[in-house]
DNA sequence: GTCTATAGGCAGATAGAC
DNA sequence: GTCTATCTGCCTATAGAC
């Protein structure tokens, strides 16, 4: 059953498969079930995209560009103030993960979108470019991995319902410099647990 | 070309099955891939293993169980000692993402596994279980959200090449707590950036 | 325990009418 | 821009011989 002429077919397909893809996954979404979801046909998909693959691209665009523009304000920033170069960073990037968060949760959950050069290969390329220039050029690997849990606390905002209020957006930034600034803590013993829960 | 009986044959079948499904993900591996690289037919998969997703709740029964003690361990503790609780509970919770690491690896980045009630969905509980837990039956938004950056912190180590040594788990552990504790901060202006990178 | 053979289905993708 | 119709291929799973 045509819909008629719309002006948005597009972006309700791409919206339409960001829903599906978070739900249940890229692999496990046929082209067939956006299609029937958008209440046109898998041909009708084929005009708006070449390839199901061209869906994720798209769907990450803007996420990928905007984490470019980050790496390339940490290359430009000047390593004098390490301290305020770091706060300022760390703060960006927990706004591009509460922005795009659920890009960022497509990203990671599909294996099959990280083999993609323009996809999966450019993020991991681009976080990895924003580590090291968190790390300064000259870090240890100590340093490298006070940064890794850093971004790790800041990575915490993916497992929450939803983002609310500065509030909360201050204290993961808090807690990522916190994180970042820390002495190792060792010798930690666990006792024995009593009985097994959940079978 | 048979092989011939072999002990180890039900283990090798969930080796190649594991390291297949960490390089492809889970939905994008066919067991004919599987099959071939172990050099035995589809058919004799179906021996070892009633159905395809039974691989996957093999694959990920231990770590759920020793999850599960984990939780278990949490309520059986003393409320009292609040501080000596979390820090154990925190450094248990790092050995068992240390320990499992690739186990975890296949559950976050494949949602098709994360519905399987025995797997995705037994394992949403019991880390819903544990945050519960290390933020206290009492706890507010705010503890809640501390825990998650703690947690989060120790996640680092999913996104790190190999772990090695005590002094490593000493320093996320460190940083864990710290995020903990972290004041909030606020207000940081970022600059814009010169030029993009990447493309 | 492993094989051959095949059923039965759905995937992604294309051709060409309207 | 959307359709109908169809191709080709791979998928999971099963039956039954050895």
Redo the contacts between chains.
């Keep these: 059953m045509p819909r008629g002429s719309r002006i948005g077919t597009r972006e309700e397909i791409l919206a339409t498969a960001l829903d599906l893809f978070?739900?249940?996954?890229?692999?496990?979404t046929s082209l067939r079930e956006i299609a029937e979801r958008l209440d046109i046909t898998k041909a009708a998909l084929y005009y708006h995209f070449p390839a199901k693959e061209q869906l994720v691209v798209e769907l990450t665009r803007q996420f990928?560009?905007d984490l470019?523009?980050?790496?390339?304000?940490a290359?430009?920033?000047p390593l004098s103030e390490r301290r305020a170069r770091l706060?300022?960073?760390l703060?960006?990037y927990l706004?591009l993960l509460i922005e795009h968060q659920q890009v960022i949760d497509l990203l990671?959950?599909?294996?099959?979108t990280?083999n993609h050069p323009d996809v999966g290969l450019?993020a991991r390329?681009?976080i990895e470019?924003l580590r090291t220039e968190l790390a300064g050029p000259d870090a240890k690997a100590?340093d490298k991995?006070?940064v890794?849990?850093?971004?790790?606390?800041?990575?915490?905002v993916a497992?929450?319902p939803v983002m609310d209020g500065?509030?909360?957006?201050?204290?993961?930034?808090?807690?990522?410099?916190?994180?970042?600034?820390?002495?190792?803590?060792?010798d930690?013993?666990?006792?024995?647990?009593?009985?097994?829960?959940?079978?």
Tied chains: 1, 2.
């Design positions: 978070l739900a249940q996954g890229y692999e496990a990928l560009n470019a523009d980050l790496v390339a304000t290359r430009a920033e706060t300022e960073l703060s960006a706004d990671s959950r599909n294996p099959a990280q450019r390329n681009l470019a100590e991995l006070r890794a849990c850093a971004m790790g606390a800041i990575s915490s497992m929450l500065e509030r909360v957006r201050a204290l993961i930034l808090g807690a990522a410099l916190a994180a970042f600034d820390a002495e190792p803590v060792g930690v013993v666990v006792r024995s647990p009593s009985r097994r829960v959940g079978d």
